[in-house]
Structures are given as structure tokens and as C-alpha cells.
């Protein structure tokens, strides 16, 4: 087996011990689950699934290596979802897919602590593909929410205004501590800071470099992010 998926699996089992040992999360659902989870690093075992969820990070060659495999493999009929937030994996898809079997179940940070489910759908996808979207998340005890294709998870857009204006705040002087609390005290129980630690800065930093090149000169850019 593969460094990476025993990395992987060991992260998987550490998680749903914590979850259990916190009372988040019976044992009944690794019972039942965990005999259908079968890791593996070959695309052959893909051709046969109905349902192929890709969740490649912010890298458009290794996503555009995954759909290729996976157009080429799987039956066309094959419902085909990534979970990808910031970068058009949905058009990279129909290069390489049935344009009506592309869809944008996105899972957000931390995916076995967040109900959300963000449904991106695309203008061409197939209305049964967006009804078995919606009953494929129930079935994973999320909440879906049908959403366009945009730059971004759907939980992510107000987030992101107030992460930059709490950056801009921050360089003036104003502590992250205080931003935060002035956010939680009318919008959000949880201010961007601390909601930005549990998703990652590699996103964000990947997602600034790939703006650079569009980004207006006259706008205000904190540079505070990208150096931690």
C-alpha cells in the first residue's frame, strides 16, 4: 500500500475515534461504514462506480490527470462530482466528460464536522443529476444547498470579504482578537481568524497567486497573509 493512502487511512481513523471519544459521533456509523471503505491508489478499480467524487487539492494538472482517467475508464453514464472550491474543475470535467453528468458537490473544511453541502451546478448538467446530487448528500447527513459555478465554496464568498477587511484592519494596528469579536457580535458565531485556521492557508495562498495576474492595481493588497 502506498505511503500516502496509509497516511490517509491513518487520518481517517484518527478522526472518527476523536469524534467518537468526544460524543460527536456514535459507534454505530464505523460499524456499518467502515467494511465499504476500501482505499486504493489504481483508476482501474473507478470503471465500475457510479458516483466518482473527486477531491484533488487546488492543482488544475492533477485534476485534469484525474478526469481524463476517469472519462476514460467509466461508463459515460457515470455521475461524475468535484469537490474542488477555488478553480474551474467543472469546465475542466466537460473536456473530458458528458457535459450533463458534471456537478460540484462541494464538502467544506473540517468534511465530517460541517453539515453544509454547496451544490454547483452547471447550466448543461441533467436535472436527475442534480436530484441524485441532493440525495446522494442526504445520504452523507449533509444539508445541500444548490448554488451556480462560482470562484469559491458558497460558504466561502462573505467569509472571504470580511478575511480581507479584518487583513486591512489588521494592518493598521488592529489586533485579529478584536476584528474578530467585532464580526461574531453581529454576523457569524465564528469570526474569519479562527474560521481560516481550520481550512488552511495553502488554499488561500494558492488562490492569491493564481489572482495576481488580474488583480486590480488600485485595490488595497495585505501582504501579511502570504508571508505566514
Known sequence: MPDSIARGQ????????????KGRQTKRPRLTSWPRYTPFASSMRDATAGLVHEAVFEDLEGQEAVFQGVGSLCS????????????????????????KTV????LFSRPYIMKLLGDRVPAKVAPDVVTTACRAARGWRRSPVRAGVC????????PGVTSQAGRSHQEAALSPTRFDEAVRGWLTPMGPFPGGRPAGGDIGWATRKRRAATRDPKARYVESGSRL
Open 151 to 158: 470562484d469559491g465554496f458558497i460558504g466561502t464568498a462573505l
Open 10 to 21: 491513518a487520518n481517517v481513523e484518527r478522526s472518527t475515534t476523536a469524534l467518537i471519544a
Open 76 to 99: 459515460p453514464a457515470r455521475l461524475l462530482a468535484t469537490n474542488t472550491s477555488y478553480l474551474a474543475s467543472i469546465a475542466i470535467a466537460r473536456r473530458h466528460s458528458v457535459p
Open 103 to 106: 456537478i460540484g458537490p462541494a
